[in-house]
C-alpha cells in the first residue's frame, strides 16, 4: 500500500517560513514524480511544485519561484517543501502527490497517489 504522509503546516506571519515533508511508504523511490499542489477554499487545486526523484530536476509555478524549494532525501523516502517569504496569498492546504512516471506534470489528474494534506495559513 503507497501512503504519503503530509507535515509541517501551520500558521506563520507574512515573511515567515515553513518547511514542509512529504513522507512516502509503499513505492520505490527512485522512479516517480513527486508534486506538492495546493488547494484554497473556493478554488481549484493547483500545482505548485515538483521533483524527479530519479534524476532530481524540478519544477515551480511562477509565483512560488524564488521563494519556494523542493527537495529529497532518497535514504528517508521523503521530499521536502521549504517555504520563504510566505505570503497571504499562500494560504491554502498543501498535498503532496506521486505520479508513476519520472516526469513532472502540474495537472493533478495525472498524479496517482495523494496525501491527506497539511494546512499553511500566512497571516497579513
Known amino acids: 500500500e503507497v501512503l504519503l504522509v503530509e507535515s509541517g503546516g501551520g500558521l506563520v506571519q507574512a515573511g515567515g517560513s515553513l518547511k514542509l515533508s512529504c513522507a512516502t511508504s509503499g513505492l520505490a523511490f527512485d522512479d516517480y514524480a513527486i508534486g506538492w499542489f495546493r488547494q484554497a477554499p473556493g478554488k481549484e487545486r493547483e500545482g505548485v511544485s515538483c521533483?524527479?526523484?530519479?534524476?532530481?530536476?524540478?519544477s515551480y509555478v511562477d509565483s512560488v519561484k524564488g521563494r519556494f524549494t523542493v527537495s529529497k532525501d532518497n535514504a528517508r523516502r521523503t521530499v521536502y517543501l521549504q517555504m520563504n517569504n510566505l505570503r497571504p496569498e499562500d494560504t491554502a492546504v498543501y498535498f503532496c502527490?506521486?505520479?508513476?512516471?519520472?516526469?513532472?506534470?502540474?495537472?493533478?489528474?495525472?498524479?496517482?497517489?495523494w496525501g491527506q494534506g497539511t494546512q499553511v495559513t500566512v497571516s497579513s
Open positions: 521533483i524527479s526523484t530519479n534524476d532530481g530536476s524540478t
Open positions: 502527490a506521486v505520479r508513476r512516471f519520472q516526469l513532472c506534470a502540474w495537472y493533478p489528474n495525472l498524479y496517482d497517489y
